[in-house]
């Protein structure tokens, strides 16, 4: 299968960049990687999966920012490099944290312009996406417009945010209630998303063997954004692939269940063809590519849309 991309360009990474973040206890890091050469980059804002960091997902991140894209990826409260103890007053307050790590660093962007030599200038503030795999999937979902539904069952604070144009959705976590596994409903009274208002055009992708210990489902519940939520949609379902989609969060990890370096290649190619079309309605990368994984011999995965 042939994506047609953009020549891919030299890149320049910096960390960490801190932010100021009162109310956390706690400055925040974010990694920066921004081609270096172009103006009027568009922005990937990436928030990582449990435990990991600012310094994951090179997989993605070298090639959206070789192809055009400068991406923030701030390091969440959770993650292992901090050590915040279990006990911690915040921990139960970090997937709030974790979607206000997102604002800030929109709210901050010309501190980032200003910390990463040669970047100040080139941002496109009206072309900003947010990405985000497994928890950070959720964190991502909430700026495009899905709750968290309280005990009652009504949907809680929406924290949409207006200077997000679109969103890619990486084995993110379907709905609670019954969906959710004992363990899952006795620690993570958050995992009880509404989609019913995330109305932000999204690419959500899934894995076909992504079986989840925190659903009592199989791997469709990762398919809830899609199928639950309003609006300009498509689905990426991956064969073969499990939570890691085939290793996305690192080159070599010996913790991939499922390593499949193709299928990580057709993920990030699909996502980028997807954010362009998005922030760039005149361009067609996504028709396209999504035409050449469907004509292809012998295909890693399917496209749906609505």
Known sequence: ???????????????????????????????????????????????HGFGLSMGSYDPLVDFWSSHGFVVIQPTHLDSRTLNLPPDDPRTPLIW??????????????????????????????????VA???????????LLGARVLDPEGEPGEDMTDSRIKAGVLLATPGKGG????????????????????????????????????????????????????????????LFGAEHSLGGIHAYNAKDTTDENPESVATLRTLAWAYLRTALYPEELAWPAACEALMDASNPLGRVEWK
Do not use: C
Not at 132 to 142: E, F, L, P, V
Not at 187 to 212: C, I, K, R, W
Not at 228 to 236: C, T
């Open 178 to 237: 019954a969906d959710l596994s004992p363990f899952a409903a006795e620690y993570f009274p958050f995992m009880h998303p509404s989609f019913e208002n995330m109305s932000t055009p999204v690419l959500v992708v899934a894995g076909d063997h992504d079986q989840s210990p925190l659903s009592t489902r199989g791997p469709d519940w990762f398919t809830d954004p899609y199928f639950l939520s309003p609006g300009s949609k498509s689905l990426l379902t």
């Open 132 to 142: 985000g795999h497994s928890w950070g999937g959720q964190t991502a979902s909430m």
């Open 96 to 129: 709030r944290i974790r979607v206000e790590d997102m604002k800030r660093v929109l709210d901050q962007l010309d501190l980032i312009e200003a910390s990463v030599p040669g970047l100040s200038g080139r941002l496109d503030r009206d072309r900003i996406a």
């Open 1 to 47: 299968m042939e994506i047609k991309v953009s020549a891919p360009t030299p890149v320049v990474s910096v960390k960490p960049v801190v932010l100021s973040a009162p109310g956390r206890e706690e400055d925040l890091q974010v990694r920066v990687t921004a081609p270096a050469t172009g103006s009027e980059l568009p922005i990937i804002v990436f928030s």
